[in-house]
């Protein structure tokens, strides 16, 4: 059976399952003759698309950059913070229960802090996506470098091989697959991040912002209809950052992690 | 074969040379008061390939570790060449009980390793790889990643990696222990036709008698609680040993005797 003919087979079913729930949704929007305002039916969605695709691009394009900037930049600082933790025990023991205690703070809750102190716009929601990217780095990336067994430090060992060359050469490498799952929870939290950073600190300018923002505004209008586009907006850009984590994961680990190659026939 | 084998050509421990690697009352006691080793002595002469097996927890492991200068002794004296194991790693290789292959790297990256951390320039390192390669028959894999070869294969990869430093003194840790019987001769009899081509020096820690007698032309039999040499048995067959070797009755004779000589320690 060729590759296509297997994904096909497997993923009938959920396929399948979804036209089946789209097609008794506008069914019951049928029947049940709901006012549009409080809930739409997919027809309602799909044709109002089109109209405002121009919206749509917006407000997508702004909550992207915002939730990429987060990304990266939480992906630089956490990798860089976690080899510092790795380098010294003693400023992992001191910091790390504050990374943990930090993922446990809601922030929800320090966003108006973060607005009084940035002020509104892009790059306060960056500074919130980035602060819910960054403890999921920390802590996988951390718990990568320091689990190699005690066999492979004492070949380098052997070699006299200084704490950068075990970094660089050993400990890296070996955290790879622990660096890209913390990079797949962090890049589904920088979509979160952003929108909902951008429901407090969304636009300068009214009526138009982020996915966030304009959910916010769609809301206030009973734009049911747009809303229920934007959710969908949202959830494409989710997908496409995890998609592309993916990528980049199975183009870096394809020779030699299991996780990666255990689908291939032995 | 080995017609010009005759036991005068054995590495018994003529008087006058000066010792290789020299032990001298070393003991061990780890940090929660665990007597490891009890004033263990022993000589190795250059050339000498000397077994140590004895029952979980007399500290064989321990001593190769010390010899590999991994952990520090309590007291007594470890000399090879007159040098601390520390400073003597430059002649030293190990070899682990598992493969210990870095997953990441291909074959022939993984056999050059040791080469790249020691500084040699890429086309230099390249030449030994493929030497060495050959050396172990793995020429035709060397593009491959640990995940695609077999447990003997990746144990080949280790020695490899351990030979590209030309090491002289050779300290192995159970290395085949994790291999069927097949796959164990076979390597053991690879490991003693390197040895012959590279003149190093081992020790070389296994559970398994027969691969001790088959090996070594000493074996050092250790007692537990505390760890300490419980007797040397000198291996007198001939240097050069072959698959025949192991049908031989003086092998089997052998074979017996560090049996008996492992059941007064466990007794």
Same mark, same amino acid.
């Given at each position: ?12 079913? &959920? ?26 039916? !997919?027809?309602?969605? @799909? ?41 010294? &025990? ?15 703070? !809601?922030?929800?809750?320090?966003? !108006? ?21 960054? &403890? &999921? ?58 929108? *909902? ?29 747009? @809303? ?31 996780? *990666? ?6 | ?64 570790? %010390? ?11 470890? #000399? ?63 593009? %491959? ?48 036709? %390197? ?58 004779? %052998? ?5 008996? #000589? ?6």
């Amino acid at each position: 059976m060729t590759k296509f003919k297997k994904a096909v087979v497997r993923y009938r079913l &959920p396929f399948v399952l979804f036209w089946v729930f789209i097609g008794l949704w506008e069914l019951l929007i049928r029947i049940g003759n709901y006012p549009v305002y409080l809930l739409p039916g !997919p027809w309602d969605v @799909l044709s109002l698309i089109p109209s405002r695709l121009g919206d749509l691009w917006f407000s997508f394009a702004l909550t992207w950059e915002e939730a990429a900037g987060g990304f990266l930049a939480s992906g630089a600082i956490g990798i860089g913070l976690a080899l510092v933790f790795a380098i010294s &025990p003693m400023i992992r023991k001191c910091l790390l229960p504050y990374v943990v205690l930090f993922q446990t703070i !809601p922030i929800i809750a320090i966003s !108006p802090l973060i607005i009084l102190w940035c002020g509104s716009g892009q790059f306060a929601v960056c500074v919130i996506a980035f602060m819910i990217c960054l &403890p &999921p780095i920390i802590a996988n990336v951390t718990q990568g470098l320091i689990s190699v067994e005690q066999n492979q430090i004492d070949l380098f060992r052997m070699s006299n091989a200084s704490t950068f060359t075990l970094l660089f050469k050993l400990r890296l490498p070996h955290a790879m697959p622990s660096i890209f799952t913390g990079l797949r929870i962090a890049s589904g939290g920088a979509v979160v991040g952003a929108f *909902v950073g951008e429901t407090f600190a969304g636009s300068s300018s009214v009526g138009q912002g982020g996915l966030g923002y304009a959910a916010l505004y769609a809301q206030n209008q009973t734009e049911t209809a747009y @809303l229920f586009a934007l959710i969908l907006t949202s959830s494409l850009m989710g997908l496409f950052f995890f998609f592309i984590v993916s990528i980049t994961e199975w183009f870096c680990l394809r020779n030699w992690h299991e996780s *990666v190659v255990a689908d291939q026939p032995n | 074969m080995h017609a010009n084998a005759t036991p005068a050509e054995e590495t018994t421990s003529a008087p006058k040379q000066p010792a290789f690697v020299t032990v001298e009352g070393l003991i061990k006691t780890f940090p929660n008061g665990l007597n490891v080793l009890q004033n263990v002595s022993f000589r190795a002469m250059a050339g000498d390939f000397i077994s140590l097996i004895g029952p979980s927890g007399c500290g064989k492991s321990t001593i190769l570790r %010390l010899l590999a200068g991994l952990t520090e002794k309590t007291s007594g004296t470890i #000399a090879i060449e007159g040098l601390t194991p520390h400073n003597a790693r430059e002649i030293t290789s190990f070899v682990f009980q598992e493969a210990t292959l870095l997953p990441w790297r291909t074959v022939e990256k993984n056999v050059a390793l040791t080469l790249e951390l020691e500084g040699v320039p890429r086309d230099q390192r390249k030449e030994k790889v493929s030497a060495l390669l050959k050396l172990v028959g793995l020429e035709e894999f060397s593009r %491959l990643y640990p995940r695609q070869l077999s447990g003997g294969m990746k144990m080949r990869v280790s020695i490899a990696r351990a030979l590209a430093s030309s090491p002289r003194l050779l300290l192995m840790d159970e290395p085949f222990g994790a291999l069927d019987e097949m796959t164990r001769n076979r390597l053991n009899e690879e490991l003693l036709r %390197l040895k012959q081509q590279q003149k190093w020096t081992a020790f070389f820690v296994t559970h398994s008698v027969a691969e001790a007698v088959f090996l070594s032309n000493r074996v050092l039999i250790m007692a537990a609680r505390p760890g300490r040499v419980h007797r040397e048995i000198a291996i007198d067959l001939p240097p050069v040993r072959t698959a025949e070797t192991r049908e031989s009755p003086h092998y089997l004779e %052998l074979i017996g005797k560090v049996s008996a #000589a492992l059941h007064e320690v466990h007794g």
